[in-house]
């Protein structure tokens, strides 16, 4: 099975790389050394300075790291990776194969790569050979992908809910949906057309939730709940020998299975991948982390999260569980970097992200060179997305025993495996969701310190929810004319999903519009669905129902002709500086943040970026 491709980020010459994980290892004589100092300048010495500060990073030399993923019954010294330039010179360098898991006589076996940046695009071919037999692709000789250069836009993708959940009859997934392939086409196509040098998984790269269908399972699932006494012997049964067996059979084989799709495999071969945990989380089952403590804590809920922790981290992070990053980020072409975090690991009904995943985040972002000016972060639920306001409380009800034997009498029980609410999990994973509302708060003010003092543009980019839309934050009030770019609080967030999985009814659209109202983060933060998506006759809406991905370019360009795809366009403009005596706005937003710059810390320079900004996404 693969070989599939890894992109694991930029490392700069002299830093360290015995792990896969450490050259993104926070160091504090990096960040000291990469800062600009400012004090005693004017205005245009500042500029001057951070000008020629970016342009001495920018031009530093680098070195791509990437990795190889193999599943194989051959021996690991039986298996060969080489790399080529396009005249079929060696170029770069694959390190010794490292073995991550084996099942059974089923061996995983991973390469790094390494290949210095160059400043344009660099086309990079890599051959595979198991016992002496080169593998190739479905079309084509070689394997092959393509690498930002370091004075180049970067062009990558974005996608989510790769595969089709448990409520989509079997029968109706290639016959009425076609399958996988539509979208997944339209990427090939794209990159065909323009290569793309990243693809981004947002989440559900496969669905997971059929491992309640493992036989070994049903006692697990038919002990009853209805009193304490029966919810304590729950959470203590023991996950057995064969449970765990069983279960880690499924998640193997899916996986296997899965990632050898042919058009998926294709694309995990020529496009390097980036991969996180979904909220929603059908990588190990729909709804982890968000069901009640005795259920969550269960011995079988920790015996099935750690099996597929395992195979999660190996087919999608190309590591041993233990290696797995909970932060990473990743720099690409000449201004951007993308940014991801676990979501799911240490996940808990109150909380997404623990304290630690923050601090890490902080600490990664602040040390990013200077030339990055456009920071986009991957959280797998949006951040800006309509809430059904009640909801969690009307399914509280219904999980009561009275409510639930009532509606099971008429054929409507909204129960899932564990007699909970089915949609409960779905409501808790949100940010919008009550139980969350004040990390929400607590994340946003995070990111415009962010954005503010490393001068840099903030995106959000999830999916998830199968729909496609934007929705941004800005200052309230807002800015005065002039000084829109200008404005640290303003993020535009971008929603895009699935690229396989269908797309929810209309009716749910039609509530999701009802509970889209602008609403406040905080007293100097507001939010607002944008209404991007024109229906047949040009009336705006907040979210189109239909099966996308997300492509993101850096520059202006035309959407390309395609009868049966639309592409929505949703420019973000860079941050610009804020200009001494002229930004009396933000002058008064800082004399009413005085806990702000009690460090007497000045507001980081920002270098104007380059005109264009993310494509909205693509559906079909």
Not at 401 to 415: D, F, R
């Amino acid at each position: 099975v693969g070989p599939f491709l890894k992109f694991w980020g930029l490392q700069r010459l002299g830093e360290a790389a015995e792990t896969p994980t450490n050259h993104m290892a926070f160091k504090e004589e990096q960040l000291q050394g990469s800062r600009v100092s400012v004090e005693g300048r004017s205005s245009a010495q500042r500029t001057q300075a951070k000008a020629a500060a970016t342009a001495a990073s920018a031009a530093e030399p680098r070195v791509w790291l990437g990795s190889v993923l193999l599943v194989t019954k051959a021996p690991v010294e039986q298996v060969v990776v080489t790399m080529q330039d396009e005249a079929g010179n060696p170029t770069g360098s694959p390190l010794a194969p490292t073995l991550l898991e084996t099942y059974h006589d089923w061996k995983a076996v991973r390469f790094m790569m390494r290949v210095p940046v160059a400043a344009q695009e660099t086309k990079v071919f890599y051959g595979v050979s198991v016992r002496g037999q080169a593998l190739k692709p479905q079309e084509g000789e070689r394997f092959h992908f393509y690498i930002a250069g370091y004075q180049q836009p970067a062009h990558w993708g974005y996608y989510s809910c790769s595969g089709f959940s448990l409520d989509v009859p079997a029968d109706k997934r290639e016959k009425y949906w076609g399958g996988m392939k539509p979208l997944w086409e339209d990427v090939k196509k794209t990159h065909g057309q323009k290569p793309l040098h990243l693809l981004v998984g947002g989440g559900d790269q496969l669905y997971n939730d059929d491992v309640w269908k493992v036989p070994e399972l049903k006692p697990f699932l038919d002990m009853t709940r209805k009193t304490p006494a029966d919810r304590a012997t729950k959470q203590q049964a023991a996950f057995t020998d064969t449970m765990r067996a069983a279960v880690e059979a499924y998640y193997f084989h899916h996986y296997a299975v899965h990632f050898a799709q042919p058009i998926i495999a294709d694309m995990y071969a020529l496009v390097p991948q980036v991969m996180s945990w979904v909220s929603a989380c059908a990588n190990i089952f729909d709804g982890w982390g968000s069901y009640p403590p005795y259920l969550q804590s269960s011995t079988v809920f920790k015996g099935i999260f750690d099996l597929a922790n395992t195979w999660y981290s190996v087919f999608q992070q190309h590591c041993s569980k233990h290696e797995k990053p909970m932060v990473s980020i990743y720099e690409l072409g000449c201004s951007t970097a993308v940014v991801t975090c676990d979501q799911r690991h240490l996940r808990l009904r109150d909380q997404i992200l623990p304290l630690e995943h923050y601090m890490r985040l902080t600490m990664l972002c602040t040390n990013l060179p200077v030339h990055v000016r456009h920071v986009v972060m991957v959280f797998t639920v949006p951040v800006v997305y309509p809430h059904i306001r009640g909801g969690q409380k009307i399914l509280s009800c219904v999980g009561t025993e009275c409510m639930s034997g009532m509606l099971a009498k008429i054929g409507a029980s909204p129960m899932n495996h564990f007699n909970e609410p089915e949609l409960m999990d779905d409501l808790d994973d949100h940010w919008t969701a009550r139980s969350h509302q004040e990390e929400r708060r607590f994340l946003i003010e995070h990111l415009q310190m962010l954005s503010r003092y490393r001068g840099c543009r903030v995106t959000l980019l999830s999916g998830d929810v199968h729909v496609c839309g934007a929705g941004h934050l800005y200052s309230h009030p807002s800015p005065p004319e002039g000084q829109e770019r200008q404005d640290y609080r303003y993020m535009p967030q971008i929603v895009s999903s699935a690229i396989a999985n269908p797309p929810p009814p209309s009716g749910l659209m039609r509530v999701l519009e009802y509970f889209s109202a602008p609403g406040k983060i905080n007293k100097y933060t507001s939010y607002r669905m944008d209404r991007i998506i024109k229906n047949k006759v040009g009336v705006g809406k907040i979210l189109e129902n239909k099966r996308n991905w997300c492509e993101v370019v850096e520059h202006d360009e035309e959407p390309g002709n395609n009868t049966t795809m639309v592409s929505y366009e949703y420019p973000v403009a860079p941050l610009q500086p804020a200009t001494p005596g002229h930004d009396d706005y933000f002058a008064a937003c800082r004399a009413e943040h005085p806990q702000e710059t009690a460090a007497g810390r000045p507001a980081a320079e920002a270098i104007s970026a380059l005109p264009g900004g993310l494509s909205a996404p693509r559906d079909e």
